[in-house]
């Protein structure tokens, strides 16, 4: 019985990509110590589900399927660079989406069903976000902090959430190879 590392995303077009991988071109030439996330990983996470059952890959994909066929696909915009947990102790850098009621509503409809296939419902609150790079020298927190502070983001870019993708994540040296396991459209 195979235990695999999976997790449910919405994935970045290529146009997308290549705007936030300018941003991060924009941020390296101000900031070292930063392991950044390559363009092809970049995704939205809905939902992470950790260590999984790799016979229940099936189950799984079913009931994301039954999820997806209530929604129909919505535009998600880009909007701000940010930290967690905070641009003054920045450990994670982010690009962050604007608030979008169809992209809340749809993930708790995933985090609902995948209940039901008894994964925990997520005790945080949803904080969509674009991954773009992780601190690893904590020596460069406050000068980060500032250009983090003095860092602006057209909120023009935007994509089109039509799908959403089950991936499996393997974790190597080099950083994290993902494989799709499932795509579902969104259809209503």
Not at 47 to 55: A, C, P, R
Not at 92 to 109: H, P
Not at 163 to 171: A, G, P
């Amino acid at each position: 019985m195979e235990t695999i590392r999976t997790f449910i995303a919405l994935e970045i077009p290529e146009n997308l990509r290549k705007v936030i991988s300018g941003i991060q071109q924009r941020l390296i030439r101000n900031t070292g110590g930063i392991r950044w996330v390559k363009p092809e990983n970049m995704h939205l996470t809905l939902k992470f589900l950790g260590s999984t059952k790799s016979e229940r890959v099936k189950e799984i994909s079913t009931g994301l399927e039954n999820a997806a066929k209530e929604y129909c696909p919505f535009v998600i915009n880009i909007s701000g660079i940010g930290a967690f947990p905070n641009p003054g102790n920045p450990k994670v850098i982010w690009a962050g989406i604007a608030e979008n009621k169809q992209l809340w509503s749809f993930q708790k409809r995933l985090d609902n069903a995948l209940s039901e296939l008894e994964f925990p419902v997520e005790k945080r609150a949803f904080s969509p976000h674009l991954t773009l790079g992780r601190v690893k020298d904590t020596r460069i927190k406050k000068e980060l902090g500032l250009v983090l502070r003095d860092f602006s983001l057209d909120d023009r870019d935007s994509f089109e959430a039509s799908r959403i993708v089950f991936f499996r994540s393997d974790l190597h040296p080099t950083g994290p190879v993902y494989t799709v396991l499932k795509e579902i459209k969104l259809s209503n």
